[in-house]
């Protein structure tokens, strides 16, 4: 298994994950999670100055390689809401105002 030291040697020559992950014979992910200690799949929260300490890059999922997709709406999803309003009264009143409110628009 490669060390941090190793990693962080490789990156300081300006290698990129995906290059180092070549030379060590392991995925670009692990070579993130090796060097910062944090998974590449975004599921650790930091602030910007943790980031910085850390050395974590900014967007890392692409090193996972897998497909990054951040679907902004879902028709399943929208079934789903326009059933639950039909069902709730409130739900229903609040689905007025707001159509009343985008009609005014």
């Not at 910007?48 to 974590?56: A, H, K, L, N, T």
Request: hydrophobic share 35%.
């Amino acid at each position: 298994m490669p060390t941090r030291d190793q990693v962080a040697a490789l990156l300081a020559q300006g290698l990129a994950p995906e290059e180092i992950g070549r030379r060590l014979g392991i995925p670009a992910g692990q070579v993130h999670l090796i060097g910062t200690g944090v998974p590449a799949d975004g599921s650790d929260a930091f602030t910007s100055r943790e980031r910085d300490e850390r050395g974590v890059l900014g967007a890392v999922q692409h090193l996972l390689g897998v497909p990054v997709r951040n679907p902004t709406s879902r028709e399943a999803v929208h079934d789903w809401i326009r059933r639950r309003v039909a069902q709730d009264p409130a739900m229903r009143a609040a689905q007025h105002r707001n159509d009343e409110q985008q009609e005014g628009e």
